[in-house]
């Protein structure tokens, strides 16, 4: 009997080693999620069109061992880019830790994108396929916040 409960608790052991990642990033999927819906509920400018939504978890700079979290619309618009700053200029969202953070707007000039801090992004160019970048009235809109400890969520290692 004794011999049992030792291999039980072994084995057990293992199993946690084994599922505490996968818990992990469940959690932080649900992090995601909710930090996501404040982008994607939130108001739009009249006249603009959503093409394609990102939700990312992961490394999005740096060398590892944290989260970031990004979420980014792709959008059309229709009149100036001026005024479609101005429309998002007030908006805030909360990051996954609470803390307050701005939505930010990134606007397409034809060739790129004229808020040089979303280019640091990883893997930016296959996010959106070039055919959709070759329109002419695009932005992004997008919030970040990142430094988050992983948790042993094998995405942010």
């Known amino acids: 009997m004794k011999k049992n409960w030792k291999a039980g608790a072994c084995l057990g052991f293992i199993i946690l080693i084994i599922a505490a990642p996968f ?9 995601l999620s909710r930090f996501a819906a404040q982008l994607e509920q939130g108001g ?63 606007v397409w000039d034809g060739s790129r994108f004229d808020d040089d801090s979303f280019f640091w992004m990883n893997d930016i160019n296959s996010w959106f396929a070039p055919h959709l970048l070759q329109e002419q009235r695009l932005y992004v809109v997008y919030i970040n ?13």
């Not at 818990?23 to 992090?31: A, C, F, H, K, P």
């Not at 990312?56 to 792709?74: K, M, P, R, S």
């Open 145 to 157: 916040a990142g430094g988050y400890e992983p948790c042993l969520d094998i995405r942010c290692h």
């Open 44 to 106: 739009h400018p009249p006249g603009t069109q959503l093409i394609k939504t990102i939700r990312f978890l992961g490394i999005t700079h740096g060398t590892g061992n944290q989260c970031d979290f990004l979420v980014a619309e792709l959008r059309s618009y229709q009149g100036n880019a001026k005024e479609l700053k101005a429309y998002y200029r007030a908006a805030k969202a909360k990051a996954p830790d609470g803390e307050v953070i701005p939505v930010k707007v990134a």
């Open 23 to 31: 818990l992990n990033m469940r959690w932080n999927d649900g992090r």
